[in-house]
């Protein structure tokens, strides 16, 4: 195994009968459709403005391409790029663009539209995500018409990683301002409609640059906020494929209809219960330390959800290569809880909000759960269900609340804790230290190091309480092939999906 998968492995086998769906696959068949369920709106669909994981699951691959891609196994391999080298020294690294790409709106690729893409990426006021990405990054150049060449002041080791993210989709510079609405990028599938609440619509791109790809001639992503509600869709044929977020319960249910696949596979989301560590009472790490302790993880992944998933006790998934086990840091110790409480001047008990993001069923009941814990050891939290664009704009951005609950699912993306004005609000300058030392490090080893010593400090600090890495389970009509069932990164990427009898 290259990833540490041991977990999953052990879990499934005890609570799944999954079947294969690689040796008896078919021969892909060109034509049809897939009707995709999604849980949510996203807030506009330029993955340069938000992180939000239903923008990437749409997009990602089959709308937008970068310079580099994940594949379904999680490797970087080429997209709008064919090939990249990098510098002995590590300060510059030369990609080669494919030849004969176009956009969805005709016009072709060219090196103005990547030096165009880079430049707002790196200005932190253009309003990227992720201009910290490329920190290292003091110049993007084209020497001509099919090389760019970034240039570094440092090596950055995360360099490659990066541009393989959602956010680093290539667009026309000349249509980047209407991306929220109407996402032009080079991907086998052009955006054709989209209904708020509803549904999106895409439909084969026949001028993409691989001729073989895609085999649909479309499909239509449905957004059905309701978790049950999307499995009935399946189970009823409203729907062919879910990709994410299917209630543990249901599994069973789904595996005894014959009509339907469903497998397991690898996940990088962590199920985070957040705390707003500017914001009393959260300010006193002996009181972010008590509810670490509170917590029961085991009795939430055993019992909420079956086993699908793994305890964590810090902001990684056992599916990326720096994983390490810290669920030992601040064990479930109600007695431990109380003490530190009162140690903290509560020994009279404590009451804050806590808010639960409303499309996202996981998060909602482990959130139950975890207050049903709390109270326990006299904390008395106001549970309350937030809509989620209200999740956005007070939570995340605004950092506007007590405690919330989310699931982070793109993949190794520890450094938000050097941003002290993530919505965690937590500020420690050992952490972007190491971030340097691991972007710098000159082994892979030495990488890990730096990333595992990340997770310590982190955890040793009670930031947030790291409750579980779910497992990612996929249900499909009998007769679709081709779909991921790992997710190294968010997507659900329909380029290689076809329908065979």
Known sequence: MTRPQRWLIAVLSATLLLGSTVAQDPAPVRGGTVTVAISADPPGWDPTLSTSQEIARVTYGNVY????????????????????????????????????????????????????????????????????????????????????????????RSLLYNLARPDAIIYPQAVAETQRSQPVGTGPFVFARYVEGSEVRLERFDGYWNPELPYLDGATFRIIGDANARVAALQAGDVDYIGAAIPPEQVRVLQANPALKVASGTATAEITVAMNNARAPFDDPRVRQAISHAIDKDVIVQGAFFGLGTVIGTHMSPSEAYYVDLTGTYPYDPERARALLADAGHADGLTFDFELPEPYAIERRTGEIIAQQLREVGIDVNLSVVEWG???????????YDMTIIGHSEPRDINIYANPNYYYQYDNPRVAELLAQAEAAPTAEAETAAYQEIARVIAEDAVNVWVFSPANTVAVRADVYGFWVDQPTPALDLTQVYRAP
């Open 65 to 156: 391409e970068g310079l580099v891609r994940f594949d379904r196994d999680g490797a970087i391999v080429p997209a709008l790029a064919t090939a990249w080298q990098v510098s002995s020294d590590g300060l510059a690294w030369t990609f080669t663009l494919r030849e004969g790409v176009r956009f969805h709106d005709g016009s072709p690729l060219t090196v103005d539209d990547v030096l165009a893409k880079f430049e707002r990426a790196r200005d932190p006021d253009s309003g990227h995500v992720n201009a910290g990405y490329y920190a290292a990054v003091v110049d993007v150049r084209a020497p001509d018409e099919r090389t760019i060449v970034f240039e570094l002041d440092t090596p950055s």
């Open 390 to 400: 209200t999740w956005i704009q007070r939570i995340f951005l605004a950092a506007d």
